[in-house]
């Protein structure tokens, strides 16, 4: 056989990466299939932060006329070894290209999550249907096992691991890869940890530090200027320095994340030669130049002083203060590059 029917590559052209059967085997048929093109930067173990460094194969959407699919994936997962190369090519084919089937409305056995458009204002909401993948849970599985199996070898520490299996008596009905252990959840009573705090670490690699005011500082300040309305220049001394209370906080918390962000510099996502590349290039400039203190330059000191102001303001409206005028210009007064 040299050539797919027209039914063997329309069920190829459909396999997806993501199944509405890997949620709930009796809903419609459905899924999304992603592609190493869609790729994602990040810290996380998901298919798209995966796709590419590692193959995440894709499943059939229904139990129907799957041979083809079934045989390219027990080649390409070492069951089988095809004598015919058509259904793994045209299979291989289908994982370079992003897929997402017809489903105008999905079924309602499908959970779905109400997520607020803008956590400010939670009077909108998106719909969201959160949708596994069995592939990169097999491939999951099969490390930890590897791990404990090989652990006398490898001095590795024993992974504790208790599954929740996933597709009732007949696994193929939902999915191939769930009958080879893929979507098997690990349920965990324990994990290691590191040395370094990496979740924190990551975090400041790539998205840097969200700018904050202390709330302390801010009322410190409210109940200064409530007890002393006057404005003279004994007066505006006192204030100056209970702004710079209320502003130097972010600048020493940046000193420290710059000094973390190099003290474990080996333990970032990227290699860092330069202080520049302790973060990740998607930080904006404020930021950036928030953390490393040598790029700073008097624009990004009139935007740090706007910054501030504008959430002291917020803060003094909070507690029901009356906001400052001119705050933005005391602050560059008050804060040194």
């Not at 041979?67 to 027990?74: D, L, Q, S, V």
């Not at 490390?143 to 404990?148: D, K, V």
Request: one cysteine or more; hydrophobic letters at 35%; proline letters at 6%.
């Amino acid at each position: 056989m040299n050539k797919l029917s027209e039914q063997e590559q329309r069920v190829i052209n459909e396999v997806v990466t993501h199944s509405f059967k890997y949620v709930n085997s009796n809903c419609q048929k459905g899924g999304v299939r992603v592609c190493p093109d869609q790729k994602l930067s990040g810290p996380y173990i998901s298919s798209l932060h995966l796709i590419g460094t590692v193959q995440i194969l894709a499943d059939y959407q229904t139990n129907s006329g799957v041979k083809p699919i079934t045989i390219a994936i027990k080649d390409l997962t070492g069951r089988e070894n095809s004598t015919n190369p058509v259904y793994k090519d045209a299979y291989l084919h289908a994982l370079s290209s992003p897929y997402e089937s017809d489903t105008p409305s999905l079924d309602p056995r499908l959970r779905q999550l109400l997520m607020p458009v803008n956590f400010g204002h939670c009077n909108e909401y998106i719909s969201l249907t959160p949708l596994p993948c069995a592939d990169l849970s097999r491939k999951f599985n099969q490390s930890i096992r590897n791990n404990n199996k090989n652990r006398n070898e490898t001095s590795n520490k024993y992974l504790r691991l208790s599954e929740l299996g996933f597709g009732g008596a007949n696994k193929q009905n939902a999915g191939y890869l769930i009958s080879i252990g893929g979507l098997l959840n690990q349920l965990y009573t324990s994990a290691p940890k590191a040395s370094v705090d990496k979740k924190k670490l990551y975090r400041l690699f790539y998205k840097g530090l969200e700018p904050f005011i202390p709330n302390d500082a801010v009322k410190a300040f409210a109940a200064f200027r409530e007890k002393n309305p006057g404005n003279n220049l004994a007066l505006r001394e006192k204030e100056n320095r209970l702004i710079k209370n209320m502003v130097s906080p972010l600048l020493q918390e940046a000193d420290l994340a710059l000094s973390s962000l190099a003290e474990h510099s080996d333990s970032l996502p990227e290699p860092a030669q330069e202080p520049n590349e302790l973060l990740h290039s998607n930080v904006d400039d404020f930021k950036r130049k928030l953390i490393v203190s040598e790029l700073r330059d008097n624009a990004w000191k009139s935007q740090f002083a706007s910054t501030m102001a504008k959430t002291i303001n917020a803060k003094l409206q909070m507690v029901e203060a009356p906001s400052v005028a001119g705050l933005k210009e005391r602050i560059e007064g008050i804060v040194t590059l």
